[in-house]
């Protein structure tokens, strides 16, 4: 093969699969295993800003997934604000990768992505500006992500939500 023709090749590769991502809006197919990199540059191009050392807040939010109940702790900043001012919310989460769920919201909600390297089980995160990801398996990524909050205690949580698409319910804390 020529390598004018694999650089072609790659280029298109290139400017064609962010389009088919599952928390992008597509009219292609979706791919089943295919991690989506985020589009969205860093705020401020920094990968490593305050949200590695954000802490979080007192402000604690109820997860149902089943019969499972779960508590988020949100993290103190203008998208767990956003997310917790849309409560109570039931949704319909897609599997990805065997370790994550995600749900594209209605609307947008405010950004500081940044690239965590290691995503942990538990992690309630939002890729681009509208997509609601929960990890339920810890594992490396390059991609950027802006937190919302954690599971308390993710244990049972990889059972809880199963294989699948699974509808997940936030409220308030009573």
Known sequence: MSRKFTMAIAAILLA????????EPTDG????GM???????????????DNDTEMET???ITMRVGGAEFTVVLHDNATARAFA???SLTIDMHELNGN???HNLSRSLPTDSYRPG???????MLFGSDCVVLFYETFTTGYSYTRI??????????????????????????
């Open 16 to 23: 064609v699969l962010p389009s088919l991502a599952s928390c």
């Open 29 to 32: 197919p979706e791919l089943p």
């Open 35 to 49: 991690e989506t990199p985020a589009t969205e540059p860093d705020s401020g191009g920094n990968e490593n800003n």
């Open 58 to 60: 007192d402000k604690e």
């Open 85 to 87: 001012a849309m409560l």
């Open 100 to 102: 994550e769920k995600y």
């Open 118 to 124: 290691r995503v942990e089980a538990g992690d309630l």
């Open 149 to 174: 909050g954690r599971v308390s205690d993710p244990s049972g949580l990889s059972k809880a939500v199963g294989r699948g698409s699974v509808t997940v319910t936030f409220e308030p804390r009573s």
